[in-house]
């Protein structure tokens, strides 16, 4: 695939394990929403941390990000849809691109790296109101894990009886053109009906 940023061919590029894609101009890093969610998690359970316990400290890699955050507009190359700008979680304050439609995500360069640190500190924070606030952030997105998944099963059930009831359309159309047929065997109008039904449920 081409960099979002800058079109030149990436490079896939494992991370721990994690199957993503980096530009070699640019050094941005491309991910599903899902594996970096796997990655900041496996990063957080760690003690000290793994992929940033050696790395730069905060404050440079904040003003890294300051200098390469892409603040104009960029199309997802996979679909050639618009990306939504957006903080990856409510709490930490990085603002990534994420495709609305396949929900593959943007990380300019120093990114990935601010967002695992911070991740980390933040779910090993003690303060009481900052975990109170850590913890019902969590519920919510487990509730809207849960509500998608709920969406997703009433969706695929009306896809089916629309299905089933088209193919009962269609095939008791069927039958009373194959009886036709039987009455009147000079006459075919078989597929005169089975052709009226299907223009007739695709409108």
Not at 19 to 35: F, H, L
Request: hydrophobic content about 40%; aromatic content about 4%; proline content about 6%.
């Amino acid at each position: 695939m081409l960099c979002p940023s800058c079109r030149v061919k990436t490079a896939p590029l494992d991370e721990k394990g994690i199957m993503a894609a980096q530009c070699p101009q640019c050094q941005g890093i491309w991910v599903s929403k899902m594996a970096l969610d796997r990655l900041t998690r496996r990063e957080a359970d760690q003690p000290g941390g793994v992929l940033t316990a050696s790395g730069p400290g905060l404050q440079e890699l904040a003003a890294r990000v300051t200098q390469t955050d892409t603040v104009a507009e960029i199309t997802c190359p996979y679909c050639c849809v618009a990306m939504v700008k957006e903080r990856f979680h409510p709490m930490i304050p990085v603002q990534t691109d994420r495709c609305p439609k396949c929900d593959y995500i943007w990380l300019d360069p120093g990114e990935m790296d601010l967002l695992l640190r911070l991740y980390r500190d933040l779910m090993s924070e003690d303060d009481p109101s900052v975990a109170d606030k850590r913890d019902k952030l969590a519920r919510l997105d487990t509730m809207r894990a849960a509500m998608r998944a709920d969406l997703a099963q009433a969706t695929n059930n009306d896809v089916n009886r629309v299905r089933n009831v088209s193919n009962n359309v269609v095939n008791t159309g069927l039958n009373i053109a194959n009886d036709l047929n039987a009455r009147n065997p000079g006459v075919s109008v078989a597929a005169d009906v089975a052709e009226f039904l299907i223009n007739m449920l695709i409108r």
